[in-house]
Structure formats: C-alpha cells, structure tokens
C-alpha cells in the first residue's frame, strides 16, 4: 500500500522527504452516523444498477451485463470519489526535546581540599564512585570524577529523555559541552569529550549563572536545572531569591549537590608573601608571609623559605617555626636579612609545613614571588627649570631609594651653586660617552634657553639607539616654551607619544595660569591595565586610589596621541568638553628605548593622602624606562604586558613589536610566542595583528593556573626576548566549608531537592522524566482535482453508452 501511494505521489509530483510517512485520506467524509449513512447510500446505488441491469438487460448474455454494471458502478464510484475529495496526506513529526542544564562551579574556592573530618559518609560516597582518596582531591576534581564516572554516565543517562547542556560559572556561565537528546526509542546518545574542568573564576555569582542559563533556554521546556557547588557565594542573589527565579521559569526539577566538607576544615595556610620587586646585588632584605590557621587547637608548625635559581636550582634559606591555636589564629613570619651574592632573576618559595592530619595543599601551603637581583642601580638624570615642589619630593625620594642612583641638575641654580644627587654633577654631560652613564633623563618642566640643540640631540641617540629612557614631565614655568618647534629642545619634542595643543596652550597655560578649581584623574581602559599605573598590588585597588587622588591644577593642552603610544590616564576639560578625554600621561617605544610624558608636575599632591603611591608612580615608571635600557641590542623585538602579577581569572594582555632583518615592521596575518610554564611545559601563543599599527600585534588570554609564566618568541630573533609574570589567587575566593544552608535555599524551589552525596545525586537524576514534545505536522495534496480524474469519469461513461447503444439498450 505504502508503494503504491508514493507511486500516487510521484506522479502528482509531490515531494517527499525523508522520514516522512504518506497516508489515504477522503477529505469531505463525513463523520459519525452521517459518514454511515452515505456508505449505505453508496452500496443502495450500486445495488440499483445491478438490479436495473438484471430487468433491463435480461436477453444479454451474463457476461455483457456484468461489464456494462460495472461501467455503471465505476463511473458512480469515481462520482462519489470526487465528491468526498480523496488526498494524499504528508505526515512529518518534529520532536522538540526538553532541556537538561547543569551547572558547575569553577570559582576558585572549588581548588581546596576538604578533611571530612566530620563528614564521613561524604567523603564515602565519593570512594562509591571511584574516588581513591577524597582528601587529597580537590572539588573541582570531585566534579570530574563524577562527570566521568561509568564513561560518563550521568550525562548519557539524562540525554536519553532531554538535550544536556553542561556550563562551568563563576561570574557568568561558560559552555562545557552538550549531548543531544537521543530520541524517542531511547538509545544511547553519542558520548562528547567535555573539557577539562578549571577552577579560576575570581567570583561565585550563581544567580547570575541561573539566569543566564534559563535565559539561552527560554524557547525550550526545562526539564531539569541541576546545581554542582560549594555553595560560597560572594556576589549576586541569595539563594531563596535564586529559587523564586526557578520558580518563575516552572523548572520541573531542580537537583543541588554541596561538594566539599560542610563542617569547618581544619587548615594551615598562607595568605599571602610580601617581597621587594628588585634589590641590588648583596643588600639585605626581608621577606614577610602571613600564616593562618582555622579550626585547630594550639600548634605548631615550620614554615621554610626557598629559593630557585635560574638554572632550577633549589635553596632551603631559612626555617622558622610558628605557634597558633584558639581556633582561629594568624601570624607574621619575617625571614630578614637575606642576601644574593648574584644577579638574575630568582623564585622565592615560602612554605609551610602542614600539620599530621592535613595532607599537602599547593595551593594553601605555598606562597612564591619573584625579586629581581640588581648588579647595578638605575642610574637617572633628572634635570629641572626650577626647584618646583615635584622636583623636590622626586629628588629626596629618588636619593633614598636604593635602587636608584641620582644625578639632579637644576638649571636654574647659579654657576657655583652644589648640585643634588648620590653622584654629584659639576657641569652636565656633553658627549655620548658621559651620557651612556645613565639609564633614563627625566626632564621635569626643562628651560630650554639653557639646553643646547647639540645636546637634546645626543639624549634622543641614547633612547634610540642605546635603549635609554626619557621621561617629560610638563609644569607651568618653562615647558611651554620647551614644546615649541624653534625651541633647543625639539629633538625630544618630536619622541614624545603626544603632540601638543600649542594653540590652546598659549591661551590657557602658563605661570599664573593654574585652574581655580582641580581636574580628575582617569584611567584610560589600556592604562587600568599598565604597570604604571598599578600603584598598588591589585589593579581593582589601583583603580580605586586612582580616583580617590587630589586632582591637578596644571595639565598641559594636547592635541592627540601619536599611533602606537599608549594613553595611561587622561582628563576632562571642563572648558573644552567636545574634545573627549585628553591624554595626561602617556607612553610609546622609540627605537631601542621608551618615552614617557607626564602633562602635570602635581603628582606630589597624591602625598597628602598616599606617600606609597606617590613613591611607586616614580619608581614604576623609572622601571618601566628602564626596561627599554635591559632589551637594548635586539631592537627587532619587543615584548610588553599588561600586568606583571594578576589574579587568577584576569586575562593578560600581550602585545609585540616585530621588526624584519631589515627592520621594518613586519606585515604578516599573525605572530606566534610560546608561553612557558615553571614546569618547562609550553603552549604556541598565537597574536593578531593591530589595526593600523603595522608591525604590532597582539594578544589577551585567561591563564588557568596560580605561578610564574614566560611569553617568548618561537624563533630565534637575536638577543634573548622573554616577559614573565606572575598569576596568583583571587582574594575575593576564601577556603571554607561547602555552604549547605545557601544551597539548601535554592533547592527549596518547587520540584527542587539537596543530596547530600553523589551517590543520592545520581539516583535523583536517574528519575528525570522527559519534557521532549512530539509535534506533526500535515500537508494534504489532492488528488482528483485533475483532468485525468474527468476524463476517466468521460471514459467510463462512454464506454457504458457505446455497449448500451450495440446492444439497443438505449
């Protein structure tokens, strides 16, 4: 039957698709008692025509009768067919499955390792399920080994009723994989290779993540949201304001599994390490750690100080040995008076011993921080129009500074007048010998009627060839004049990353000029990210400081940043308000070196509330300068970051300046670095172009994991290129115990459960029962709206009549 209605279809020239089935339908059959009626109607005609044939056409042999009755009976048959309308009816059937969402946690508090201490039957449950050890297993690992467990069973089960879609969240949700609903015969959907779980969200907003989910699945009917976290929220909605949003989407079943040991672990650990970025070769310095313990009676424990060398080798410098208790307990560990006999760059490791019943924890009992070993200071030339009150607090502060060696030259000082400085100038240098002394020249607010042109020039030769430092600071007295292009000074003019609004300028800036009212501070969205500005540890807290600063009365007008100069911070002009942000500090690479400008000699004003920030602004960007004078000699290459520390989930921003044998920009669709890990392990970093920089490319990438990491070049370009930094832990994500009331509250929706294992965990996502809807759809196609069906009608009749007429029947 199912052959000849696609042979039916065929000819009509209907297509069919595949899967769809074909059916025989009379479209205007009625129905009920009505649709018996016309049967009988049907078989009464053709029970006329039989009768009439027998009184009629009773001298005829039975065969001519029997074929002119049925002529009669096919012609009233197709008669009747063209009034009940017959149709091939198409018949295709849509399934739109039911959506499964699970949600894991990939904050950072799922990296701890719990004692169960108290929790025996937890820590039993997981042992079920293949775990050897669940003490020495972090919760992420946990979620692993029961996503993975019985070849991922948990998922295949689930898709044989609904689609599976798997998000990792911390702040927002992150696709992990999905399974496919496997159909109505309910056979085994195909398994997908989820990605490895990574626990380095800096935030637990689930909330956020329920919503987000809920929201990518509103077209489907929700079968089931299932939840797998500590519970530690630090961000977004509680947990019974969680259930009313599941509530309101009419999820059928919400499941909640706690991972971690609900009762307070006892736990060691160190908080944090505090290190000086550079010292110089022998000096003394101290190294500080904070030592913390919960959930502990008075103890003791050791904590070491080590140190890796260059080559890997390890050091144990000293031991001290600490006390604490009473439940909660914090301590300070000094390791003063540590020395390095070399240079380089060395790792020093502090830790702490653990108690019996702890088992070891890199990420609790592990602390490292770079120092850098200076065989030499920075050596810097600053050179000032006047004593203004910037010069004075940089002079002083710079003098103090170990790292630094200063050479002040004040130019408006008499002949015989002593200048300031650890090395004291008697006349400033006049060739390039004398100037190779330095590092980086700071010229705060310069009078360049006493500059030569001979000599500006040979300070440009020492950034651009020799990798030096230049630092332009502006101030009301003497910088306007300094800018202009018939000034001594143009040839550090034209190096600097901005050009200057000399027409404004003349207008609006000079000596007796200064605002009545300060300008804010403004972190452009580079310069949030620059080392410079990272006046303090975190860049949020930088940032948070950056705009609690006094302001400036003095800004020096600029017309635009030059191409590839990056803007740091910059200001409103409450006069010019059309023009946008206006760069106030700004930095780009010339040559061998780097240029930095400075538009305000007022940052000692921060000291009023912030000498540290005041402090390490100079002694960052000196660093900064200075770096360019480090790299000197491989001018095809440079490497620039956008943090040296950053937490755990914060993406690092690399950029490359790449220059052929030739050196000139490179053009290419790409450039690839290798980021190298402390283990030696690597991984190809590829960057993208800029555009409209040529030359410059660029990079940001999520680190997913704590340590010390390298960018450098996949192939030798000369002189060894490398840029490290440092990923530590966010300190927004605490250890602690799995927040089971928090959850708790969110299983409180409707249909919501808590298992307390994962053994009650799987058997409640065994009973999920499928939300998937079957829709048909039907397409009908007639099939005696035709001329074939009248002419078969036609024929019938006159074959009837032509018999009937031989047979003077008529």
């Known amino acids: 039957m199912n052959e000849l209605l696609r042979w039916l279809a065929a000819c009509r020239g209907i297509e069919i698709e595949p899967g769809t089935e074909?059916?025989?339908?009379?479209?205007?059959?009625?129905?009920?008692?009505?649709?018996?009626?016309?049967?009988?109607?049907?078989?009464?005609?053709?029970?006329?025509?039989?009768?009439?044939?027998?009184r009629d056409a009773h001298r005829l042999s039975p065969g001519r009768r029997a074929v002119l009755a049925a002529l009669r009976a096919l012609a009233i048959l197709v008669a009747f067919a063209l009034l009940l309308e017959p149709n091939l009816v198409t018949v295709k059937r849509d399934v739109r499955p039911g959506a499964t969402i699970l949600l894991v946690d990939t904050s950072q508090s799922m990296n701890q390792e719990d004692s169960y201490g108290r929790a025996e039957s937890?820590?039993?449950?997981?042992?079920?399920?293949?775990?050897?050890?669940?003490?020495?297993?972090?919760?992420?690992?946990?979620?692993?080994?029961?996503?993975?467990?019985?070849?991922?069973?948990?998922?295949?089960?689930?898709?044989?009723?609904?689609?599976?879609?798997?998000?990792?969240?911390?702040?927002?949700?992150?696709?992990?994989?999905?399974?496919?609903?496997?159909?109505?015969?309910?056979?085994?959907?195909?398994?997908?290779?989820?990605?490895?779980?990574?626990?380095?969200?800096?935030?637990?907003?689930?909330?956020?993540?329920?919503?987000?989910?809920?929201?990518?699945?509103?077209?489907?009917?929700?079968?089931?949201?299932?939840?797998?976290?500590?519970?530690?929220?630090?961000?977004g909605a509680r947990g019974s304001e969680i259930a009313r949003g599941i509530e309101q989407r009419r999820v059928e079943r919400t499941l909640v599994l706690p991972i971690g040991d609900p009762s307070a672990t006892r736990t060691v650990r160190l908080t944090r390490i505090d290190a000086p970025e550079k010292v110089f070769q022998k000096d003394p310095f101290t190294i500080r750690a904070n030592v913390e313990s919960q959930g502990y009676d008075d103890i003791t424990v050791d904590v070491r100080l080590k140190r890796t060398g260059e080559g890997g080798d390890v050091e144990v410098l000293a031991t001290e040995t600490v006390d604490l208790g009473d439940g909660h307990r914090e301590a300070l560990v000094e390791f003063a008076g540590q020395r390095s006999n070399e240079a380089g760059v060395f790792t020093y490791v502090v830790e702490v011993e653990p108690p019996e019943f702890e088992s070891p924890s890199?990420?609790?009992?592990?602390?490292?921080?770079?120092?850098?070993?200076?065989?030499?200071?920075?050596?810097?030339?600053?050179?000032?129009?006047?004593?203004?009150?910037?010069?004075?607090?940089?002079?002083?502060?710079?003098?103090?500074?170990?790292?630094?060696?200063?050479?002040?030259?004040?130019?408006?000082?008499?002949?015989?007048?002593?200048?300031?400085?650890?090395?004291?100038?008697?006349?400033?240098?006049?060739?390039?010998?004398?100037?190779?002394?330095?590092?980086?020249?700071?010229?705060?607010?310069?009078?360049?009627?006493?500059?030569?042109?001979?000599?500006?020039?040979?300070?440009?030769?020492?950034?651009?060839?020799?990798?030096?430092?230049?630092?332009?600071?502006?101030?009301?007295?003497?910088?306007?004049?300094?800018l202009r292009p018939t000034a001594s000074t143009k040839p550090l003019v034209d190096i600097l990353p901005v050009v200057p609004d000399l027409e404004r300028a003349d207008q609006r800036f000079g000596l007796g000029r200064a605002r009545a009212e300060p300008l804010a501070y403004r972190l452009t969205p580079d310069g949030a990210q620059h080392k410079i500005a990272r006046i303090l540890d975190s860049r949020e807290d930088s940032a948070r400081l950056w705009a609690a600063l006094p302001g400036f009365y003095v800004a020096f007008p600029v017309e635009r940043i030059k191409p590839g100069a990056i803007s740091i911070a910059e200001f409103v002009d409450p006069h010019d308000r059309d023009l946008g942000g206006v760069p106030l500090i700004a930095t780009q690479f010339?040559?061998?070196?780097?240029?930095?400008?400075?538009?305000?000699?007022?940052?000692?004003?921060?000291?009023?509330?912030?000498?540290?920030?005041?402090?390490?602004?100079?002694?960052?960007?000196?660093?900064?300068?200075?770096?360019?004078?480090?790299?000197?000699?491989n001018a095809r290459l440079r490497l620039t970051l956008g943090d040296e520390k950053l937490e755990l989930?914060?993406?690092?921003?690399?950029?490359?300046?790449?220059?052929?044998?030739?050196?000139?920009?490179?053009?290419?669709?790409?450039?690839?670095?290798?980021?190298?890990?402390?283990?030696?392990?690597?991984?190809?970093?590829?960057?993208?172009?800029?555009?409209?920089?040529?030359?410059?490319?660029?990079?940001?990438?999520?680190?997913?994991?704590?340590?010390?990491?390298?960018?450098?070049?996949?192939?030798?370009?000369?002189?060894?290129?490398?840029?490290?930094?440092?990923?530590?832990?966010?300190?927004?994500?605490?250890?602690?115990?799995?927040?089971?009331?928090?959850?708790?509250?969110?299983?409180?929706?409707?249909?919501?459960?808590?298992?307390?294992?994962?053994v009650e965990f799987l058997a409640a996502a065994g009973s999920i029962e499928s939300m998937s809807v079957t829709d048909t759809f039907l397409s009908q196609h007639g099939i005696w709206d035709s001329w074939v069906t009248v002419l078969v009608l036609l024929t019938l009749l006159s074959a009837e009549w032509w018999l009937r007429k031989r047979a003077n029947l008529l």
């Open 590 to 633: 010339f040559g061998a070196g780097r240029v930095l400008y400075t538009g305000t000699d007022d940052t000692y004003r921060w000291r009023s509330i912030s000498e540290h920030a005041h402090n390490r602004f100079w002694i960052k960007g000196l660093r900064h300068l200075f770096e360019g004078r480090l790299t000197a000699g």
């Open 122 to 235: 937890i820590a039993n449950a997981w042992r079920e399920l293949g775990v050897a050890d669940p003490t020495h297993t972090s919760r992420i690992q946990l979620v692993d080994s029961l996503l993975a467990h019985d070849d991922e069973a948990l998922l295949t089960d689930l898709a044989r009723d609904n689609d599976v879609y798997v998000y990792g969240f911390h702040s927002g949700i992150e696709p992990i994989g999905a399974i496919e609903y496997a159909g109505a015969d309910h056979s085994d959907p195909e398994p997908v290779a989820l990605e490895t779980l990574a626990a380095t969200g800096k935030f637990t907003n689930l909330g956020a993540a329920v919503r987000s989910a809920l929201e990518r699945h509103r077209d489907s009917t929700i079968a089931a949201l299932l939840v797998v976290s500590d519970g530690r929220r630090n961000l």
């Open 362 to 482: 890199p990420e609790r009992h592990v602390q490292r921080t770079q120092v850098e070993v200076l065989g030499e200071q920075t050596r810097v030339l600053m050179i000032a129009g006047g004593p203004s009150h910037e010069f004075r607090f940089v002079r002083t502060q710079l003098m103090r500074d170990n790292t630094v060696s200063l050479s002040a030259w004040l130019l408006s000082a008499d002949p015989n007048f002593p200048q300031d400085g650890n090395v004291v100038l008697e006349k400033l240098p006049d060739d390039r010998e004398a100037l190779d002394e330095y590092d980086v020249f700071v010229f705060l607010d310069p009078d360049a009627s006493k500059l030569s042109p001979e000599f500006c020039e040979l300070v440009r030769k020492q950034v651009e060839e020799s990798g030096a430092g230049l630092w332009w600071v502006c101030g009301e007295i003497y910088t306007l004049e300094a």
């Open 649 to 758: 989930g914060s993406p690092q921003h690399v950029i490359a300046e790449v220059k052929t044998e030739t050196f000139a920009p490179l053009v290419a669709a790409g450039y690839d670095l290798v980021l190298e890990r402390e283990d030696g392990s690597t991984e190809p970093l590829p960057l993208s172009p800029v555009e409209g920089v040529p030359g410059q490319y660029e990079t940001r990438f999520w680190p997913r994991a704590t340590g010390f990491f390298q960018v450098r070049p996949q192939e030798d370009v000369g002189r060894e290129v490398r840029a490290t930094f440092q990923v530590v832990r966010a300190e927004v994500e605490k250890e602690g115990p799995a927040d089971v009331a928090e959850l708790d509250a969110i299983a409180s929706a409707h249909g919501g459960v808590l298992c307390r294992t994962p």
């Open 22 to 54: 074909l059916r025989f339908e009379l479209s205007s059959f009625p129905s009920g008692g009505l649709g018996f009626l016309v049967i009988l109607a049907l078989v009464g005609t053709l029970a006329m025509v039989v009768l009439a044939y027998r």
